[in-house]
C-alpha cells in the first residue's frame, strides 16, 4: 500500500480484515489515535487522517473549510481503499468523515463499510456556540480555552509553538462555523454514534439526529463522561467499533461465499 500526507499508518497490518480511518477532532493530530492501535487488534488497521497544519504536516498551511479539506482526501483515497474501510470522527472530525462519505457516493468510489461518530453535533443543526473563528488572537485563545481547558503549558509558553497551534485550531474552527450541509438523500451506511452523557455540547439526543443521514441501520450509545470521552472510554469505544466492523466483515463474506 501506498500512503500519503494525508494518512498516518503508525503500525501497519499488512493482513488487516479492515481499515478504520480516524478523524481527528478541531487542533487534533493523528497521535490522538495512536492508544487505538493495539486495542484494535491484528483484524483492524488504524490509519489516522493527517490535516494540513498538523502532525507531520505541521509545516503546512491548514485548511479552513470541510469541502476544500474533503478535495485533498478523495484524491488520495485509492491510496487505502483496496480493502474494506470505515470512518470514526471526532467532533468536527464526523463532519469531515461525514462530508467525505458523501463525496465518495457523489463520484461512485468505494463507500465506507461503517460510520461511527463521537461527540459531533448533526450538520443540520449548526454551532450550538456563538462564533469565535474571527476573534482577535488573545481573545480567540481565551475562548478556547474556556470552552475546552487550558491549552498544554508546554505549547503556551512557547510562541511559535503557541502560533502553530492557533493557527491551525482558528481554521478549523472557521471551516466548522461557516460549513453549510448541501441537501442529499441520507447515506446508504449504517452509523453509530457515541454520545457522552456530560458533554453539554453535544448531548445524547442531539446525537440521535445523526439518525436522519442513513437509510441504513442505525445505533445511539451512551458513554459515561465529557466531549472527549475517548480518552476515559477507549476501551469501551475501540470495542464497540471491533465488534460492529469485525461482524459486519464476516457477514459480508458469508454473503459472498453463498453466491
Known amino acids: 500500500m501506498n500512503s500519503s500526507s494525508y494518512f498516518s499508518i503508525a503500525q501497519p497490518k499488512p493482513d488487516a480484515q479492515l481499515r478504520l ?14 492508544p487505538w492501535i493495539a486495542l484494535l487488534a491484528p483484524e483492524i488497521e488504524c490509519v489516522c487522517v493527517q490535516y494540513p497544519g498538523r502532525g507531520q504536516r505541521f509545516r503546512e498551511e491548514p485548511l479552513s473549510s470541510i469541502p476544500d479539506l474533503v478535495r485533498g ?3 488520495r ?20 468523515a461525514f462530508d467525505l462519505a458523501r463525496s465518495l457516493r457523489r463520484l461512485r468510489l468505494p463507500e465506507p463499510e461503517h460510520i461511527f461518530l463521537g461527540a459531533s453535533r448533526p450538520p443540520h443543526l449548526g454551532p450550538l456556540l456563538p462564533t469565535i473563528h474571527e476573534l482577535p488572537e488573545e ?3 481565551e475562548a478556547i480555552q474556556a470552552r475546552y481547558g487550558g491549552i498544554p503549558a508546554l505549547i503556551y509558553q512557547d510562541s511559535e509553538m503557541l502560533r ?16 453549510r450541509l448541501g441537501p442529499e438523500a441520507p447515506l446508504d451506511v449504517p452509523m453509530t454514534a457515541f454520545a457522552a452523557t456530560e458533554d453539554q455540547a453535544v448531548t445524547p439526543s442531539c446525537m440521535q439526529e445523526w439518525a436522519r443521514h442513513t437509510a441504513a441501520e442505525f445505533e445511539l450509545k ?3 463522561g465529557g466531549h472527549f470521552f475517548p ?21 459480508a463474506k458469508g454473503t459472498s461465499a453463498c453466491r
Open 77 to 96: 483515497m485509492a491510496d487505502i481503499t483496496d480493502k474494506p474501510f470505515a470512518f470514526y470522527g471526532h467532533s468536527l472530525g464526523g463532519w469531515v
Open 21 to 34: 480511518l480516524c478523524f481527528p477532532h478541531a487542533g487534533g493530530a493523528p497521535a490522538a489515535f495512536f
Open 139 to 141: 481573545s480567540f485563545v
Open 73 to 75: 482526501i478523495v484524491g
Open 222 to 224: 451512551q458513554i459515561p
Open 231 to 251: 480518552q476515559s472510554s477507549i476501551a469501551f469505544v475501540v470495542q464497540a467499533i471491533r465488534e460492529r466492523v469485525l461482524l459486519g466483515t464476516a457477514a
Open 164 to 179: 502553530i497551534f492557533t493557527g491551525a485550531m482558528r481554521a478549523d474552527f472557521t471551516a466548522y462555523e461557516r460549513y
